[in-house]
């Protein structure tokens, strides 16, 4: 069985996004739950989708993850955590 990491959330230093389907009870529970233990969280809650977001709300997916990496990437370049080569970078593993 693999371990649990519920109790190194509040350890994750870099934004977070949670996506999950408003049908998929279960996963929209524990997103909510996760989003409690992590500092630095966005949570997006997909209308009309269940478990696999990205399939049945392609578009709104696609908003919600580009719509987080612009606003992730913008921090960081207000931040001065951006590298050379635009992307922003980061020094933190979760291991």
């Given at each position: 069985a693999q371990p649990s990491y519920?109790?190194?959330l509040h350890e994750l230093a870099m934004p977070v996004l949670l996506l999950a389907g408003s049908a998929d009870?279960?996963?929209t529970a524990l997103a909510r739950a996760m989003r409690d233990g992590?500092?630095?969280v966005t949570l997006r809650i997909?209308?009309?989708a269940g478990h696999a977001t990205h399939l049945?709300?392609?578009d709104a997916f696609s908003?919600?993850?580009a719509g987080f990496l612009t606003q992730s990437f913008i921090?960081?370049?207000a931040e001065g955590r951006s590298g050379?080569?635009?992307h922003a970078t980061t020094d933190n593993s979760f291991n």
């Amino acid at each position: 069985a693999q371990p649990s990491y519920w109790e190194r959330l509040h350890e994750l230093a870099m934004p977070v996004l949670l996506l999950a389907g408003s049908a998929d009870v279960k996963f929209t529970a524990l997103a909510r739950a996760m989003r409690d233990g992590i500092a630095d969280v966005t949570l997006r809650i997909i209308d009309g989708a269940g478990h696999a977001t990205h399939l049945e709300e392609p578009d709104a997916f696609s908003e919600a993850v580009a719509g987080f990496l612009t606003q992730s990437f913008i921090a960081a370049e207000a931040e001065g955590r951006s590298g050379r080569d635009g992307h922003a970078t980061t020094d933190n593993s979760f291991n």
